[in-house]
C-alpha cells in the first residue's frame, strides 16, 4: 500500500500568514492526490483535486502542487474561516489511502 | 444540492452485524461509483470500500473483505454497508461519499454527515 506522510501534524498560525502543508508519498505517482478539509463533526470537504486543480467553490487562496513523491498545499493568506485539518489522499493504486491528516490551529 | 444521508450506526457487540444505508438525492446516483470511508481514533480517515454505478464493480481493502458488503438499489437511489463479524477496530464514523468522475475521478466530492458505529460489550 502507498503510505502518505503529512507534516507537520500541527501547525500554529495567524490570519494573513502563508501557510504549506506537505504531502510526500511512499512511492511515485503523477497527479493523483487530492486534498481534503475538515471542522470539527463535520464531514471532509474536497479542496483540490489532481494534485492542482481547485474544486468548484473553494476560494482561490488554495492551491495545490506537486508530482512524484511530494506535494504541497498553500493556503496564501489564511483566514479564519481556515483553522481546520487538512488531509491528502492519492488514488494512484488501491488501496486509495489518506494521510493523517494536519491540523492548522490559532497561534 | 447532492445530499448524501447515512443511517443504520449504533452499538453492537463484538461479532455482532450492522447495516448501513445512504440515501441519495439531488442528482443521478446511478451514474457514479458510490464508496464508505471510515474515520477511526487508530486509522484516521480510511477508504473501505467501492461499488461502480452498475454494481458489478466492487473493491475492498484487505482489513473488512469477507466481513463487509457493499451493494446499491439504484432505482432507490441507495446505497448499503453490511458489516458482519465485527470487531472493536471498526468502531468509527462511517460516512458514504461519491466518487467524482472524469478529472475528478477517484476523489470524493460529495459526502454525507457521517454514522456512528460503536463496536463493544
Known amino acids: 500500500d502507498i503510505q502518505m506522510t503529512q507534516s507537520p501534524s500541527t501547525l500554529s498560525a495567524s490570519v494573513g500568514d502563508r501557510v504549506t502543508i506537505t504531502c510526500r508519498a511512499s512511492q511515485s505517482f503523477s497527479t493523483w492526490l487530492a486534498w481534503y478539509q475538515q471542522k470539527p463533526g463535520k464531514a471532509p470537504k474536497l479542496l483540490i483535486y489532481q494534485a492542482s486543480i481547485l474544486e468548484d467553490g473553494v476560494p482561490s487562496r488554495f492551491s495545490g502542487s506537486g508530482s512524484g513523491t511530494e506535494f504541497t498545499l498553500t493556503i496564501s493568506s489564511l483566514q479564519p474561516d481556515d483553522f481546520a485539518t487538512y488531509y491528502c489522499q492519492h488514488s494512484h493504486t488501491y488501496p486509495w489511502t489518506f494521510g493523517l491528516g494536519t491540523k492548522v490551529e490559532i497561534k | 444540492q447532492v445530499q448524501l444521508v447515512e443511517s443504520g450506526g449504533g452499538l453492537v457487540e463484538p461479532g455482532g452485524s450492522l447495516r448501513l444505508s445512504c440515501a441519495a438525492s439531488?442528482?443521478?446516483?446511478?451514474?457514479?461509483?458510490m464508496s464508505w470511508i471510515r474515520q477511526t481514533p487508530g486509522k484516521g480517515l480510511e477508504w473501505i470500500s467501492y461499488i461502480s454505478s452498475s454494481g458489478f464493480s466492487i473493491y475492498y481493502i484487505d482489513s473488512v473483505k469477507g466481513r463487509f458488503t457493499i451493494s446499491r438499489d439504484n432505482a432507490k437511489n441507495s446505497l448499503f454497508l453490511q458489516m458482519d463479524s465485527l470487531r472493536a477496530a471498526d468502531t468509527g464514523i462511517y460516512y458514504c461519499?461519491?466518487?467524482?468522475?472524469?478529472?475528478?475521478?477517484?476523489?470524493?466530492?460529495?459526502w454525507g454527515r457521517g454514522a456512528l458505529v460503536t463496536v463493544s460489550s
Open positions: 439531488e442528482f443521478t446516483f446511478g451514474d457514479y461509483y
Open positions: 461519499a461519491r466518487v467524482g468522475v472524469g478529472d475528478r475521478w477517484a476523489s470524493f466530492d460529495h
